[in-house]
Nanobody, 116 residues
Framework: QVQLVESGGGLVQPGGSLRLSCAAS????????MNWYRQAPGKERELVAA????????NYADSVKGRFTISRDNAKNTVYLQMNSLRPEDTAVYYC?????????WGQGTQVTVSS
C-alpha cells in the first residue's frame, strides 16, 4: 500500500532550524499535491504548507510565512519542509499528506520540539 514516511524531526532551540523530509512510495508521486500539517497537544491539526503536483505553486499558513519553505523532488518521490527561525509555538507532530482527486494519504508523523 501507499507509504509516506516522515523524518528529520527532533529537539531544537528557539531560533534554530530543521529540515523535514517525507518519502513516498507505491504511488505516482508527480500526480499528487503534497502538504505538511501539524498538531500540537490539545489543538486541532492545521495545514502548515502546501505544494502543487509539479511544484509550481506553494501556500503557507500565516504563522509560518517567511520562516518555512516547502519543496519537492519528483525524481526522488520526496517532499521537504525547511523550517527556520523556529519558535516554541512550532512544537507539534508534523504530518505529511498526499492528495490527488479523491485519494488522500497520511504519514505517521514526526515530532518537532522547540525548547531551550
Amino acid at each position: 500500500q501507499v507509504q509516506l514516511v516522515e523524518s528529520g524531526g527532533g529537539l531544537v532551540q528557539p531560533g534554530g532550524s530543521l529540515r523535514l523530509s517525507c518519502a513516498a512510495s507505491r504511488l505516482t508521486f508527480s500526480n499528487y499535491a503534497m502538504n505538511w500539517y501539524r498538531q500540537a497537544p490539545g489543538k486541532e491539526r492545521e495545514l502548515v504548507a502546501a505544494i502543487t503536483s509539479a511544484g509550481g505553486s506553494t501556500n503557507y499558513a500565516d504563522s509560518v510565512k517567511g520562516r518555512f519553505t516547502i519543496s519537492r523532488d519528483n525524481a526522488k518521490n520526496t517532499v521537504y519542509l525547511q523550517m527556520n527561525s523556529l519558535r516554541p509555538e512550532d512544537t507539534a507532530v508534523y504530518y505529511c499528506n498526499a492528495r490527488f482527486k479523491w485519494l488522500v494519504y497520511w504519514g505517521q508523523g514526526t515530532q518537532v520540539t522547540v525548547s531551550s
